[in-house]
């Protein structure tokens, strides 16, 4: 309701919220767009997908099918392309799932991820893995034109830390409302004060070592 909700307690919650302390790598692939045929979008729930096959495990906002994502219920050689955006770390055996995509796909379609590397937990509903460069590129190893790069880099891995930090003293969900609001006040505003920072993986995703703590990678590979 608060993502999507036009009620003015929606509306404000939207505007009031501090920016999520997150850069983008530019040089990253932008958000995946459906292409002709067949387009999944494995772990979608919750989100507009536009013409991609929402899939997920439960009836969400936006959730077309309800299904796992190590087992898929389309034929081999059916899909051209796959979407598989922060869901790899919430299934118990990822390699699984990767597979289960290979089967799937049609020779030549594209599969394009984007995993945690240095990020908290966040268990939604659980949270399993982290993924290393060298990780993704075995996991990956039965695909052709294989890149892997930073998505989100180490300023945004500190933000994302310090906030969690901060929401350990000042609990943003306790149970006492005014405690409660107040928290909330507080973790705003270092949200605010410290989101201009976050631009500075502009420059340090640059850098030759950044990918030891970079706080995303994306992979995009292709079936041969």
């Not at 994502?69 to 922060?86: E, I, K, M, T, Y």
């Not at 049609?106 to 290393?132: A, I, M, N, Q």
């Amino acid at each position: 309701v608060r993502r999507h909700g036009r009620e003015l307690g929606s509306r404000l919650f939207r505007a009031l919220s501090p920016p999520e302390p997150v850069y983008v790598d530019p040089r990253s692939p932008p958000l995946p767009q459906a292409d002709h045929g067949m387009n999944l979008w494995l772990g979608g729930g919750g989100l507009d997908t536009g013409r991609f096959i929402n899939i997920d495990l439960s009836e969400f906002y936006g959730v077309d099918i309800v299904a796992h994502a190590g087992r898929l219920p389309f034929s081999q050689g059916s899909c051209d392309r796959v979407a598989c955006l922060a869901l790899l770390e919430h299934v118990s055996n990822p390699g699984e799932v990767v597979r289960e995509v290979y089967r799937v796909l049609k020779p030549d379609g594209l599969l394009e991820v984007v995993v945690p590397f240095c990020h908290p937990y966040h268990p939604y509903p659980s949270d399993f893995s982290r993924f290393s460069r060298e990780g993704l590129a075995s996991m990956f190893g039965d695909f052709t034109e294989v890149e892997i790069g930073i998505r989100t880099g180490p300023t945004t891995t500190m933000l994302t830390f310090m906030t969690y930090y901060g929401k350990l003293i000042f609990p943003v969900h306790c149970t006492n409302p005014a405690l409660r609001w107040l928290n909330r006040a507080i973790m705003g505003s270092f949200g605010w004060f410290t989101a201009p920072f976050r631009y500075l993986d502009h420059w340090l995703n640059r850098l030759p070592d950044a990918h030891i703590l970079a706080n995303h990678f994306y992979v995009t590979a292709r079936k041969p």
